[in-house]
């Protein structure tokens, strides 16, 4: 008997392909606004967190011209010592402490344009320039 009742236009209860889809639809478009406001936040901590390590690093670097005399080089002479480096007493950094928060290696000058050294952080990008998040940043600003 319940045959015969379906097939005279009764419906079972449930949604359409329709319905279901503009379910998905919506929850897609919400996503995408969550990640946006999301990612904008985590790239902001990237670059105070770029800021913070930025003025670390120049510590370790003027720690290093403490014990040595001079600055190094390169900021590789922070982690392992050079060939004719008295007075040396690292390793002052690690090997990650020499990138930034993005991944990207920080610049370094010796000697430097407005000091004794310039350090430099590019910021999301990695390149000299830009605004916002990708804007640079030197230790002597």
């Not at 008997?1 to 209860?13: D, I, K, P, T, V």
């Not at 985590?42 to 770029?50: I, P």
């Not at 900021?75 to 040396?88: E, F, I, M, R, T």
Request: hydrophobic share 35%.
């Amino acid at each position: 008997m319940s045959r015969f009742n379906l097939a005279r236009g009764q419906r079972q209860g449930g949604f359409t392909l329709l319905e279901m889809l503009a379910v998905i639809v919506l929850l897609g478009i919400v996503a995408t606004i969550v990640v946006r406001q999301v990612g904008g936040n985590v790239d902001k901590g990237k670059y105070g967190a770029g800021k913070a390590q930025l003025a670390s690093l120049g510590m370790k670097i003027e720690s290093y011209g403490l014990d040595v005399g001079t600055p190094p080089a390169n900021l590789q002479q922070l982690v392992s010592k050079p060939a004719n480096a008295p007075g040396w007493a690292g390793p002052y950094a690690k090997p990650s402490d020499l990138k930034d928060p993005f991944g990207h290696a920080f610049g370094y000058r010796y000697p430097g344009e407005h000091g004794s050294f310039d350090l430099i952080f590019y910021g999301q990008d990695g390149q000299p320039g830009g605004e916002g998040y990708k804007a640079d940043i030197g230790n002597w600003e």
